[in-house]
């Protein structure tokens, strides 16, 4: 499977403020990307998720941007609270995730009070 | 609806053991899926299985890991004779097809 690749590794926010994830792929054949969020001891839960016909997809807080002739797409957490402190993967698929996806190595975000 | 279920939560086992990692997926799931989470890494692909067959295993290491999700129970991820590197977080997710339920995980140490 092809490489994500999702930066920055870990990253610290204050309090309200916004919270930038980046990930890049190369399979131009991906078709699904979604956002996981995972807690310590849990498995990873679906956040958000997008498909390349649309360019931007906001549920509450959450946005995910897609830049598709860049390839590249980004989370960006708005008004971050402290219970937003988690890991983020990002996570691409082929034919909608059915066969599997290819996860970013995540970011850890800390949410300072 | 009690969600992606599997057992046990945390597995030690001695170098040389096998270990068995039990899935239960959603009910109406008919798609298992297997990832092995190693520290600071991302989840990676392991097997992809629907009742009775396996679609997918690309991900799997060619020896001691297998994987079954027989007609009737659980699907299993079975190690033969573990090593050290084996050592991970396991999980299972299932999907109708597509968005994924995922499981709370398997902690194998290998001792």
């Known amino acids: 499977q092809q490489q994500v690749k999702q930066s920055p590794q870990s990253l610290i926010v204050q309090k309200g403020g916004i919270s930038i994830i980046n990930c890049a792929y190369e399979n131009t054949a991906f078709d699904y990307f979604p956002w996981y969020q995972q807690f310590p001891g849990k498995g990873p839960a679906l956040l958000i998720a997008?498909?390349?016909?649309?360019s931007e997809k906001k549920e509450g807080r959450f946005t995910i941007s897609f830049n598709k002739s860049a390839k590249q797409f980004s989370l960006h957490i708005m008004d971050s609270q402290p219970g937003d402190s988690a890991t983020y993967f990002c996570a691409a698929a082929v034919g909608g995730g059915a066969d599997g996806l290819t996860f970013g190595k995540g970011t850890h975000l800390i949410i300072q009070p | 609806n009690a969600g992606v279920m599997q057992n046990p939560r945390h597995l030690v086992r001695r170098r040389g053991q096998e270990a068995r990692l039990r899935c239960s997926p959603m009910k109406g799931h008919s798609h298992v899926y297997w990832y092995r989470q190693l520290p600071e890494e991302g989840l990676k692909f392991m097997v992809y299985l629907q009742k009775e067959n396996i679609i997918d295993e690309s991900g799997m290491p060619k020896e001691r890991f297998s994987a079954e999700f027989p007609k009737e129970g659980p699907s299993i991820l079975r190690i033969q004779q573990v090593v050290r590197g084996d050592s991970a977080a396991y999980f299972c997710?299932?999907?109708?097809?597509?968005?994924?339920?995922f499981g709370s995980g398997t902690r194998l140490t290998v001792v």
């Open positions: 997710a299932s999907s109708p097809s597509g968005d994924y339920t």
């Open positions: 997008i498909r390349p016909d649309v």
